[in-house]
């Protein structure tokens, strides 16, 4: 009878077995995490819009909400009512397109008014179920949406996946949020994740009458925190009403290519995004 057990030099020369979370994501070549320095500057509207444009464009991308607290990619995917269903490989992420697929908190509560209230260690096991549990399967991209600020839920990704292609970091033009945003570029300075650019958002406001720009919250800080920090801008988005109803209505996949100042910039952004990437 043949014996089971293994010679010394087998158990020498045997190779330690890979965590499920790298096995989970060899099939993602680009991973990406898009940051905030606090909430309220529209870094999920450029999450959302990275995501459905790279996928317009051909490529196979998921997109994680790790905003446990505050989901709104279902919302804008017009996918808030679907669930997840669990496959042979894992938790099989929402559809949304032929290359877009997209995994939430959002999706697993019962209602969309259901608070979650969970504290540190139940968001990082939740967090980490979904790099380890979810059957990405094969993407060219897996763009990360965080939560804002630089606490437990942003650290806790950058630690797990250890080798993020980069981040994308949104702000608006105002002091608080520039104040926030500086602290973003260092936090992912010290985590060493290569920051491929900011985005400005709510630039100004186009008038309808003239097309002047009316810059609501001030201008220039944006640049002058890029050339501090040695990243560059890579665009600035005006507020846009159709921008904002394109998200309320879900159908943010559907109208990712409007012929408007905003859609014209995010697509020079997405450009910047894929040649960093390279």
Not at 4 to 10: A, H, L, R, V, Y
Not at 155 to 166: K, P, T, V
Request: one cysteine or more.
């Amino acid at each position: 009878m043949a014996s089971n057990i293994q010679s010394p030099e087998s158990l020498l020369n045997a190779k330690p077995e890979e965590p499920k979370l790298v096995t989970n994501l060899r099939g993602i070549k680009k991973k990406i995490m898009v940051m905030s320095g606090k909430g309220g500057v529209g870094k999920s509207t450029v999450s959302a819009n990275l995501a459905a444009t790279l996928a317009d464009r051909g490529y196979k991308v998921g997109l994680l909400d790790s905003d446990i607290h505050g989901p709104t990619i279902p919302t804008m995917f017009g996918v808030e009512g679907q669930k997840p269903t669990v496959g042979e490989k894992g938790i099989v992420p929402v559809k949304v397109s032929d290359n877009l697929k997209v995994m939430s908190v959002g999706l697993l509560l019962d209602s969309d008014d259901s608070p979650v209230i969970w504290r540190g260690p139940a968001k990082m096991s939740a967090i980490k179920q979904f790099l380890e549990e979810v059957d990405w399967g094969v993407l060219d991209y897996l763009i990360i949406d965080l939560p804002p600020g630089t606490g437990d839920e942003p650290l806790s990704i950058a630690q797990l996946i250890g080798n993020l292609d980069g981040a994308v970091v949104v702000t608006t033009p105002q002091d608080v949020a520039l104040t926030s945003v500086r602290k973003s570029l260092n936090f992912a300075n010290m985590i060493e994740v290569p920051v491929i650019g900011m985005v400005e958002n709510m630039s100004g406001i186009i008038c309808p009458h003239c097309d002047e720009i009316i810059h609501v919250f001030g201008s220039g800080g944006v640049s002058k925190a890029a050339e501090d920090f040695g990243v560059n801008v890579l665009g600035t988005l005006p507020i846009e009403t159709e921008v904002a109803a394109t998200s309320d209505s879900g159908k943010v996949h559907e109208d990712i290519k409007g012929d408007s100042e905003w859609y014209k910039t995010f697509n020079k952004i997405v450009d910047a995004v894929e040649e960093f990437v390279k």
